[in-house]
Each structure stands twice: as C-alpha cells, then as structure tokens.
C-alpha cells in the first residue's frame, strides 16, 4: 500500500536545516538566495520561500528584506528536525488510515455483491441437496441477545452458522458486520447446516446466556 510523502518544502526545510545543526551552515551567516537554492534542490523558488519561512517559523532563520536569509539557531534547527520528526509520523500513520479505510470499504462492497449474487443464484437455482440452505429466525421480545453486536455474542464461532442478512421491518441489511446490534422483531437470515440453526435458535431464544 502507497503513502504519501511529507510536502517537498519540508524535507527541503529539514535538510537545511540538518545541515544548520551539523555546522555545514554557520549561525550568523547568509544562505544562499531563493533562485540559487531553487536551483540546488531543484524546485521552484516558490518551493524554497515556503521553506524558509517555515524555518523562520521555528525561530532557525530570520528572513529580512534586501538583506537576505540568517542563520539565528543551531539549537532550533535541531528542535525543528525533531519536532518536523513526530510531525512526519502523524503525517504517514494518516495517510496509512486512509488507505486501510478505502480497502475497508471495498472489501465490504466485494462482500455485499457476493452475497447479494448467492441470494439471487440460490432464487433462480434453489434445490433441496444445496449444500448452502438458508434460514429465517426471528429475535423474540425477551431474547438475551437483544442490543448485543453480532461479534460480541461470537455468532459463527458458537452455532457455526452465519448471518448473511437481517431483515428489520420492511428493510434488509444485507451482509451485516461483527458492530452491528440485534434488536427484538428483527428476522435473521442465516446460511448453514440445519444443526448449525438449531444451535443458534436455543441461543437466540434462551431465558439465560449460555454462550462466551
């Protein structure tokens, strides 16, 4: 998976400034213009004012007009990379939490298709030796798993049975995830053996909870 990279004026801002903290560039001297520097790093003389003026920022460098660009602080310069750092990582973990959001959500669309496909498959071509029967239960009034998620009761893990769909009213949430809650009404499509069912019926139906 791709991430993206800081902005390009502040990796330049970081070099210049690792090479203020190593001594390459003296406090109290000039650094070179913008279009020299634009040309050293290869970027626009734009890129390089909005380095320096982040540098200028963090008190490395302070820029006066018709004079040029001085060297103020080493110890800045050091703050800064430090600070640019942990400001990098956040930057990276972002990015990072996008992209595992995008992928999220398209495994949940391939799921919801391919279950949404099987529904209509087992419509068209329904027999009574298909090896994937699905069933109706409905949730009683005093059910124990009334407001509880499907993860937590660990559904699959203790019927061996699995809810592909929960019909609640005159809608059908179709490929329901492991946070979403049962309420009482509401009628559970659920794929597997017949015993796998009646295990999860005595669990939905149970005066006390009887599972982990």
Same mark, same amino acid.
Do not use: N
């Given at each position: 998976m791709r991430t993206a990279a800081s902005p390009q004026y502040m990796q330049i801002a970081s070099d210049i400034a690792a090479r203020i903290a190593r001594g390459d560039l003296q406090e109290g001297s000039l650094?070179?213009?913008?279009?020299?520097?634009?040309?050293?790093?290869s970027v626009s003389p734009?890129?390089?004012r909005r380095s320096l003026h982040l540098?200028?920022?963090m008190k490395v460098v302070e820029i006066k007009h018709q004079t040029g660009v001085r060297i103020i602080s080493a110890d800045n310069a050091r703050r800064f990379i430090a600070n640019l750092s942990e400001t990098s990582d956040v930057y990276k973990l972002r990015n990072q939490l996008q992209g595992l959001l995008a992928e999220y959500q398209s495994l949940n669309e391939r799921i919801s298709d391919t279950v949404t496909s099987l529904l209509r498959a087992r419509e068209t071509y329904a027999a009574a030796h298909d090896p994937l029967p699905n069933y109706e239960v409905p949730i009683p009034a005093d059910s124990p798993v009334i407001g509880k998620s499907i993860g937590s009761l660990n559904f699959w893990q203790n019927t061996g049975a699995t809810i592909i769909g929960i019909r609640r009213g005159k809608n059908v949430i179709v490929s329901p995830g492991p946070y979403a809650e =049962?309420?009482? *009404?509401?009628?559970? =499509?659920?794929? *597997?053996?017949?015993a796998a069912v009646t295990t999860a019926q005595s669990i939905i139906s149970a005066k006390e909870e009887s599972y982990d």
């Open positions: 650094i070179y213009g913008r279009s020299v520097m634009a040309s050293e790093y734009e890129t390089i540098l200028a920022d =049962l309420y009482g *009404g509401d009628v559970l =499509l659920i794929v *597997g053996s017949p």
